[in-house]
C-alpha cells in the first residue's frame, strides 16, 4: 500500500514584493555597478589618477625596510639557534665544524687545537 502512494507537499506562495524594495534593490545594484565599472577603470584614464606624496613614499621605504630587517633578524637567529643549540644538546665536541676545524688545525701542525 505504501509503495503505491505518492507524498503531495502544498507550494510554498511568497508574498509579492514591495516596491519600495524594489527600487532599492535596483538603486544598489547600479550603485554597485558604477563602482565596479570605476575600480576595474581607474588606471585606463590618467586624469583621475592621484599623485604619490613623498610622504607616502617614505611610508612605503619604511615598510620594506622593516620587512627587510625582520627578514635579516630572523635568518640570522635561525643560525645563531641551530649553531649553538646543537652545541648545547650535544656539546662541542659533537659539532662537526668544530671536529673539521680540529683537523685542519692538526693538518697544519698547529699545537692548540
Known amino acids: 500500500?505504501?509503495?503505491?502512494?505518492?507524498?503531495?507537499?502544498?507550494?510554498?506562495?511568497l508574498p509579492p514584493r514591495d516596491p519600495e524594495l524594489e527600487a532599492r534593490i535596483?538603486?544598489?545594484?547600479?550603485?554597485?555597478?558604477?563602482?565596479?565599472?570605476?575600480?576595474?577603470?581607474?588606471?585606463?584614464?590618467?586624469?583621475?589618477?592621484?599623485?604619490?606624496?613623498?610622504?607616502?613614499?617614505?611610508?612605503?621605504?619604511?615598510?620594506?625596510?622593516?620587512?627587510v630587517f625582520n627578514f635579516l633578524v630572523t635568518v640570522g637567529g635561525a643560525f645563531a639557534f641551530g649553531y649553538k643549540g646543537?652545541?648545547?644538546?650535544?656539546?662541542?665536541?659533537?659539532?662537526p665544524l668544530h671536529k673539521f676545524y680540529q683537523r685542519t688545525n692538526q693538518d697544519r701542525g698547529d699545537e692548540d687545537a
Open 86 to 95: 646543537v652545541e648545547v644538546a650535544f656539546g662541542s665536541k659533537m659539532f
Open 26 to 67: 535596483q538603486r544598489l545594484k547600479a550603485l554597485e555597478a558604477n563602482r565596479e565599472y570605476q575600480r576595474m577603470t581607474q588606471n585606463v584614464d590618467v586624469s583621475r589618477h592621484e599623485e604619490i606624496t613623498f610622504r607616502e613614499d617614505v611610508k612605503s621605504m619604511n615598510r620594506q625596510l622593516i620587512a
Open 1 to 13: 500500500m505504501l509503495a503505491d502512494s505518492d507524498l503531495v507537499l502544498p507550494g510554498v506562495k
